[in-house]
């Protein structure tokens, strides 16, 4: 399914193309999050003017609403979002245990949550944890749900992704070696239960591939650990889970560091929570990683939090919210080439090529539905964008040059 | 500026083109509404793509927040929206007055303020008024401000558009006959006042329309009295404003059936806030209204209210967020040709080919940003589309058959 098609001669970063049922995937990808099976305020089209190879959507969270048997009944997921393209679906792991860890500080819960994911934290206490599986229950009514590994396939075989992935447990970074070896253990055997469910039903569903996850928290024996069972086991990609992954961008670069060299190489690389800014796409980028997905774009617009290029601003990024920016005639970003910024090929606007600042900053101040959907376009636009010139990069073997171009302006 | 084309000749039905600086626009016309320089969760793309003609803007809402001066440093409204088709603004007039009337009970205020505007109306004992123009506070930040004819005026030449609205009072239903011909009186003589300053300073603006407004509230007399005098003025075009107009369709019948043989046939005839429905629609332009605006289309699609071909209900309309639509495949109008219940040209979507009722029920539930983004493209798609057919229905002189075939199945 995977296929490396350019190496760096030095650093890890590489090429790939992975082969789908709905298309081909370059890598290395950033993952647009469609939580609920739309990225918050664009339509499929939107994504595909975006040139969005492949979206994310969580199962956790389609479990809940409308339910994988009425989204199966409708066809599956690509039919019901009108979604022709790879989708990938998480297993729900993340969502479900990032809800059961009361030790964790209010204050850390709610950056957990801003950073990571769009979950109601109000029922953390209603988790319960055995080596079987988990329960938990609905932040939406209460209901009491279970997800076992066995069941997390199944409800993935129904939502139809074409990328599926094991149910693990994500161990937050406070809880000690012991514990973190337990959960460890628990998602080893899980992800054996998960290889075993899926093959076993292979003849009943269509070609869906299953990745595995990672777990180890920040213990180095336990990640290294973990790395190599994971990579033992016949997945079709392996992932690098974890509470820090993406959120904690030095530990997640000391984890890459460990695990990488053992995950085998022609096999796809995922990290999964990554993409918080231009920097941290560079960063994993070049340790080896291929694939990667994050809240952080879609969620950061609709705060009016813009990525930009390096030469205009070094942070990389501007808050279309603040005063300055309420005359202000220019793009977002006059070196960025997205709908927002540009005018349409058509050149339809001889008074006006683009959409200013100022009318950005308008609509967030009036709080029109428009500037989250104008927000998102950009920045979506932005990462994907990003990666298609980093791709370029790696197949011209100037990954580290550009990487430099970027950062020292 | 305005030519008729086709005179229905069992009804009052016609059919013309007005003519502006920024294209032609083909009546009788639905105008959506765009209060604060966008129509609410859509693009100005998206109504291009939607054959929006003209699209109507508030001078209230846009004098409050960025404000006149700001859009016209930005190169007026058509740019700051990025929006190259005509433009009508009122003249702040409805919004003004319908903060001031705390005779009204909360209830009726509330009724008015769904039905027909989008203000606050917390500063409803704010607002003071005199012959020569009206003070009023702002509901955003409570500055003081004032409206005079001129100022009317010259707000809305900074902002450019196309079509502009004579400063009026617009008079509640439950105000006496002493009440309501003051006001009128008022009207007319702030509608010399418009006339005169916006000839003054045509040398200095660009080409705008001047259309005046018929007030006299419900009674006959003064209906009459308020078209001869409005009719008898130097206006490009002439509209029929009033609380009732558009709110109570019966009222408005009859002061249409009042006014349109008093005004001057030439002219391009516009009622201010109607189209509440398919019905409101037909009935308007049987008695000869060439123009009318409306933010329920765009309102209800946010409340999930969508309209639909009579064969599909005969209330003309579904409510998306009820139970039976949880598990419907069905896009949903199948009579509708908008991009939400059709598949796009390039046909790209073999697994679907349209958005599902299922699919838009489950945004609504989810309080998703594409929920309101879908169904207003529907309800927009709705209204314009049966405009077109109204046209043509109306050029080929059956618009009473054509009528009578959506209301009879």
């Keep these: 399914m995977f296929k490396i098609t350019h190496k760096s001669t030095d650093c890890q970063a590489r090429a790939g193309i992975i082969h789908t049922d709905h298309g081909d995937i370059e890598t290395p990808i950033f993952m647009p999050v469609g939580t609920q ?7 499929s089209n939107d994504l595909e003017n975006l040139n969005a190879q492949i979206i994310l959507a969580n199962t956790y969270h389609l479990h809940l609403r409308p339910g994988e048997d009425l989204i199966a009944e409708q066809g599956g997921l690509h039919k019901f979002m009108n979604w022709n393209r ?3 679906t998480d297993s729900g792991g993340f969502q479900v245990f990032s809800l059961q860890h009361v030790n964790t500080s209010p204050q850390q819960q709610s950056e957990i949550r801003n950073q990571k994911s769009e979950i109601n934290n109000e029922h953390s206490h209603l988790v319960k944890i055995d080596n079987d599986g988990v329960e938990f229950k609905s932040y939406i009514d209460g209901s009491t749900h279970r997800f076992t590994p066995e069941s997390a396939i199944e409800i993935q075989h129904k939502l139809g992704a074409d990328i599926i992935m094991a149910f693990d447990e994500c161990t937050p970074d406070d809880k000690d070696e012991k514990y973190v070896r337990e959960a460890m253990e628990r998602t080893h055997s899980w992800a054996e239960r998960c290889l ?6 292979k003849s009943k569903v269509k070609s869906q591939k299953l990745f595995g996850i990672i777990q180890g928290a920040n213990y180095e024996n336990l990640r290294k650990e973990s790395a190599k069972f994971i990579s033992s086991l016949d997945f ?9 992954v993406g959120f904690n961008m030095e530990a997640t670069k000391q984890i890459l560091d460990w695990v990488i060299p053992i995950i085998p190489e022609n096999k796809p690389h995922y990290t999964m929570g990554v993409g918080h800014s231009p920097l941290d796409l560079f960063e994993i980028v070049e340790r080896g990683v291929d694939m990667f997905d994050c809240v952080s774009p879609t969620r950061m617009a609709r705060n009016g939090t813009l990525f930009v290029h390096p030469k205009i601003s070094k942070k990389h990024r501007i808050d279309i919210t603040k005063a300055n920016f309420k005359n202000d005639p220019n793009p977002i970003d006059s ?15 001889e008074t006006g090529k683009n959409y200013s600042r100022t009318y950005i900053h308008h609509l967030f101040k009036a709080q029109e539905l428009l500037a989250y959907r104008l927000a998102t376009i950009h920045n979506i636009h932005f990462f994907l964008d990003l990666m298609k010139q980093i791709r370029l990069s790696i197949a011209e073997d100037r990954f580290i040059e550009f990487k430099k171009k970027w950062f020292t302006t």
């Design 236 to 244: 079709d990609g392996i992932a690098i889970g974890g509470e820090s």
């Design 335 to 349: 070196e960025c080439t997205c709908p927002v910024c540009l005018p349409d090929i058509a050149g339809r606007m």
């Design 196 to 201: 075993k469910y899926h093959k076993s039903q």
């Design 37 to 43: 099976a739309t990225v918050k305020s664009l339509d």
């Design 86 to 88: 790879p989708i990938l």
